[in-house]
């Protein structure tokens, strides 16, 4: 979801034709979740739309996205529509030190995003 408001709704955003695209498709994949619509990794998409952004301003523009209202929920935000168990492992993981496969920046900043969950 991240990467479909970066793409095609953040108005201080101009994005790649072939990231854009590819936000279309995985916008048409969620809504119609038929895996014939997959679009494939986010992988390469995501790091071209926050290219160039800094780690502070990265952190601001996430923790400004979770905190935006989910579209067609009442009284929900992003921070809050984690699924719990899949936060509950990520905790249990960080409390008995096992390794993360992401480097020390990403690490740091899923710390400070979880905590805030």
């Known amino acids: 979801m991240l990467l479909i408001q970066r793409t095609l709704h953040d108005t201080d955003y101009r994005a790649s034709e072939a990231d854009r695209q590819f ?7 969620l809504q ?3 895996p ?14 926050f290219s160039g952004m800094g780690e502070q301003e990265y952190e601001s523009y996430v923790r400004n996205f979770i905190e935006t209202p989910v579209e067609g ?7 809050e529509a984690f699924y719990l168990p899949m936060v509950e492992v990520i905790r249990y993981l960080q ?3 096992y390794a993360e496969l992401h480097g020390e920046r990403e690490q740091a900043q899923k710390r400070g995003i979880l905590s805030s969950v």
């Open 23 to 29: 936000a279309i498709g995985l916008e048409r994949f």
């Open 32 to 34: 119609s979740k038929d």
């Open 36 to 49: 014939n619509d997959s679009p494939g990794s986010t992988t390469p998409h995501l790091a071209a739309v």
């Open 73 to 79: 929920l009442n009284n929900l935000k992003w921070s």
């Open 95 to 97: 409390s008995n030190q």
